[in-house]
């Protein structure tokens, strides 16, 4: 009963891209749809997105940085730039905004490509301003 959305977040905390999944789902399967499109050089994201074949090894083959925390389940360490990573907050943040309109946080929608519609045209709004 609930929805998750995946977002991409540019350098300045805007939206470029969306994927709606349902609220149980795990955060690679947003990853899956969104990072094969990514346009930027790096991506910081956070724990979840710890894994070797679905996002760190993609995005090496593509020539990209991953900025993502080992998981404390991890075999191998893997050392990532903290000071990078103190730039996560944009995609909070965007959400936070995104969270101020009462139709997004309740989910007044019922089907999912009008909740996703509302979801673009609050992102357009928060991008004019």
Do not use: C
């Amino acid at each position: 009963m609930s929805t998750k959305i995946h977002t991409l977040v540019d350098a300045l905390g805007n939206p470029v891209a969306f994927f709606l999944t349902g609220g149980e789902a795990h955060d690679l399967v947003g990853a899956d749809h969104l990072l094969p499109d990514m346009q930027a050089d790096m991506l910081i994201a956070d724990k979840a997105f710890d894994a070797d074949e679905r996002v760190l090894e993609p995005l090496a083959a593509a020539g990209k940085k991953a900025v993502i925390p080992p998981k404390a389940n991890r075999r191998e360490r893997r050392r990532f730039d903290r000071h990078i990573y103190k730039a996560r907050h944009l995609i909070e943040n965007f959400f936070a905004k995104l969270k101020q309109f009462r139709a997004i946080a309740t989910r007044y929608d019922k089907t999912t490509r009008n909740f996703l519609a509302a979801v673009y045209l609050t992102a357009s709004v928060i991008w004019l301003t």
